[in-house]
Each structure stands twice: as structure tokens, then as C-alpha cells.
């Protein structure tokens, strides 16, 4: 029967190999193991998986497909319901969301879905001849959206496939939000994989503008008044890092870990060929527990640190995807779980020196359903440190919201809108981080297909 066969492992470059480098840790399913794993699907009548996919991706249909080796079938099946498929299949948190579902995993290993979505993508990138896209006939409508991140991307391509003129924004030089900014290249290749998606949203007849800073190049008033837009979606994210408010954070060596990542990813600053700084002593401290916080110490371990975790609350809480936890220990990160900062140490310079802790217990839950730490009387102590980097989450910038009338936002900065996109402000429509804060790829680019289906309404009924 299928579901006696295990589940297939994933290669990966060995620990102590990819610790040192910043290739891609896993090399992925070939064709043999991507077709061993589909077969492994029951096909459920009722899957659970899909109910759990926040864009709702026909898995069992895809997999069908997969396991016969019909895999420009499966493609097709995919990209009904996703336009980002090798970026998911990479960065999706599975385990809790359609392989958490998965029937299987009831009794032994769910099927290995992002695995296969990864396989199906990829073979697509690799196969452009056979995926001409269709291009309707223009219906003369204009959408300006804000932003290329997956958000952005994905209201684009819905948009642009049912015949409007879609022009994208995006204040960086490189397209694609923080697949491009954020996560690391070890984990999501930027030419091989996020650079071939970008060009298949460009296929599709939607144009993108780097270097553009709606609110200051531009504002959303200018888009729609003198632009002629007949309407707007605003898929900004949330880029503005946030910090503990404690002594010693304005220090030379504290660093958010937006700006580190964004030196090490868009700038290369791991890269000798190019000139961008980066600093990380020789010992680095990364304050949290999400995955930003993988990827800060992850990448600072690559640039040669001894990197350490602070993070206040326990293991079983930790926002970070399992996977990227497991990588991170596997190539030697150290976890200081239930510990808080209380203070960053500096030395009679201005630098670094070492960070303050104190030890956490667990007390009742809090709002958020997860045990609240509390700090145990007494027991600080000092890590020594050259570096610090701040991964605590991060908020909307507020420039859109500063120069928009009528776009109201709530306590938290996020712009307020409806479960379809719907704003305050009649015409401009939003999604994705700017609106939920910082959450994740799959529900961003759920946001971005809800608003492009809102959009066409809205401009139909106009
Ligand atoms: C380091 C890191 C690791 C992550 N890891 C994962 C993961 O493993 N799995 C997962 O699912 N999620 C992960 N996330 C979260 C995920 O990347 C985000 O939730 C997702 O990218 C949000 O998409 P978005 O389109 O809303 O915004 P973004 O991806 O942030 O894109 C917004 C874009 O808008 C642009 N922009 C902002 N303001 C303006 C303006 N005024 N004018 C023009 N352009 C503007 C920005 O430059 C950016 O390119 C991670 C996030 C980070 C930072
Ligand atoms: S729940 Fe698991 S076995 Fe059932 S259709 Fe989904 S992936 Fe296949």
C-alpha cells in the first residue's frame, strides 16, 4: 500500500560543509524521489491538506499528476492557485499548514508536499518552452500595485491574466520583497529561483519599476489623479525593525537584523567581489526566536562568528520554522532558550562587549494562547559578545500611511483592511504584511490574490 512506503529523504550539503558557505543547504527531490514521494499521496476525497494551504493549492491534484511523471500537468495544477511555487515549496512553515494535515502524518510521516511543489517548481524554471503564457485582451484598466514582494507579485499576476494593465513599484533595486532582501541565498536561491519567478510574473505582461518610493518618488494621490489608475494595491510589508528599548542598544555593533540581512543578501556583502561592509567580531548574539532570527544567526556563522541564540521563552515556542531550527543546531548555533536581555554591555570606545541576560521561567499563557516567560529574581549573568542583532519583528513603515489621506491604520501601524482588501480609502486596496504585520510568503500572497479579485470587481461594478 502506499502509505507503507517511508518517507523519502532530502539530500543536503553536510553541516560542517554548508556552515562555511552560502549555497543552498538542500539540493531537493531529483526525479526518481520527487515521483517515489508523490506516490506515497492517498489522494484523500476530502484532503486535508488543502484546507490547510492558506491559497488552498489542489494537492492531491498536483500529486496525482506527479506520481504518473506527468509533471507539466502538475505545474498546471500548481499555478491555478500559485504563482510562487519554488519560492513555497522552500519557505513554507509544512509543518503547520498542509503537511501538519496530512493524514499520514497521523500515523507515520506526512507526504513531503513543499518537497514536491519545490520539484514541480523548479522543473517548470527549467522548462520555460513548455509554459507560454496566454495574454488576454487588454480591457483597458490600469492597477498600480506597491511593492514586489510576494504580495505584490501575486495580486500582479491575477490582475495581469485577466487583461489590466498592472505596473509594479518597488522602492529597492531588485524585485521580489524580502524573498530578495531578507531571506537568505542559502535557503532561497536569488538568480536560480526568485529571479526565474519574478520573470514568469513578467511574462504575463506586468511591468515593474525599481528605485520608486511611492509616498516620496510618488505618492498613491499622484498615482490615481495624474497617473490615471483607476485603482491601487498597496502590498508595502513590513520592513521597520523594532528594538527592546534597553540600555546599550545604540552601540557600535548593535544592528537590526534587517540591516545585517539586507547587507549580507541584496548587498553580498558576503561576497569579496563587491565592497559592502559587514561586521560580526568574533562572537554573535541574535535576540529571538523567528525565523529572522534563523536567518541572522545562520548567516552570521557562515561569515565565520561563533553565533548564539538569546530567546526568552522555551524551545516547544519558538516561531522559527522546524526546519531552520534543526539546520541551525546541526551547523552549530547555540541556544540560550528561557534568557533575556537586560542590558548591552559597551566598552570604553563605543563598542560592543558583551550582553546582560537574565534566566526566564514559564509562567500562565497570555493572549496568544503560549506560556508567558518570567524573569527568575537574581539570576543575571554576561555572554560575551562583539556583536549584537535585534530580531524581535518589525512593523509597516509609515510613509505611505503619512502621505495617503483617508488610509487609515491601526495602533500597530499596519493599514486597515478587510479580509478582501478592501481599505478606508475607496480605490486602494492592500494586503500582506502591511496590513497583517510581519506574518508569512503563503498568507501574503493569499492577500495579494483576494485583493486582485476585489480590484476586479470593484473596477467591473465602476
Ligand atoms: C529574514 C526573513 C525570513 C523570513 N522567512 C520566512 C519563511 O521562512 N517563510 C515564510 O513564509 N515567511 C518568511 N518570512 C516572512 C515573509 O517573507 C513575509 O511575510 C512576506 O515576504 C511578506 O510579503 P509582502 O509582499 O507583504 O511584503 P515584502 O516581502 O516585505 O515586500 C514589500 C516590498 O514593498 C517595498 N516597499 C515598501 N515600501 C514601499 C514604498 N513606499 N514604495 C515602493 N515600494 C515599497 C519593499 O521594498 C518590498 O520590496 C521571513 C521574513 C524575513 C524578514
Ligand atoms: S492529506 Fe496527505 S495523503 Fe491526503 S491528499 Fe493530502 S497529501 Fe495526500
Known sequence: MANKIPRTPVREQAPEVRAANFEEVCFGYNREEALLEASRCLNCPRPRCVEKCPVHVNIPGFISKLAKGEIKEAADIIALDSSLPSVCGRVCPQESQCEGACVLGIKSEPVAIGKLERF???????????????????????????GSGPAGLACASDLAKEGYEV?????????????????????LPKEKIVAKEVEAVSKLGVEIENDVII???????????????????????????????IEGENLNGVFSANEFLTRANLMHAYDDSYDTPIYTGKRVVVVGGGNVAMDAVRTAKRLGADAYIVYRRSEAELPARVEEV???????????????????????????????????????????GRRSPVAVEGSEFVIDTDVVIMALGTSPNPLIRDTTDGLDTNRRGCIVADEEGHTTRPGVFAGGDAVTGAATV?????????????????????
Open 120 to 146: 514541480v517548481g523548479d522543473w517548470r524554471i527549467e522548462h520555460p518552452e513548455l509554459f507560454t503564457p496566454q495574454h488576454p485582451a487588454p480591457n483597458g484598466k490600469k492597477v498600480a500595485i506597491v
Open 326 to 368: 534543526h539546520h541551525a543546531k546541526e551547523e552549530g548555533v547555540v541556544f540560550n532558550m528561557l534568557t533575556n536581555p537586560v542590558r548591552i554591555l559597551g566598552d570604553e570606545k563605543g563598542w560592543v562587549k558583551g550582553i546582560e541576560c537574565v534566566r526566564m521561567e514559564l509562567g500562565e499563557p497570555d493572549e496568544s
Open 167 to 187: 505596473k509594479i513599484f518597488e522602492a529597492l533595486h531588485k524585485t521580489g520583497g524580502v524573498l530578495v532582501y531578507g531571506i537568505p541565498e542559502f535557503r
Open 215 to 245: 509616498g516620496r518618488t510618488m505618492t498613491i494621490d499622484q498615482l490615481m489623479d495624474e497617473e490615471g489608475y483607476d485603482a491601487v494595491f498597496i502590498g508595502s510589508g513590513a520592513g521597520l525593525p523594532r528594538f527592546m528599548g
Open 442 to 462: 503563503i498568507l501574503a500572497m493569499g492577500a495579494g490574490r483576494k485583493a486582485a479579485k476585489a480590484i476586479s470587481e470593484y473596477l467591473s461594478e465602476k
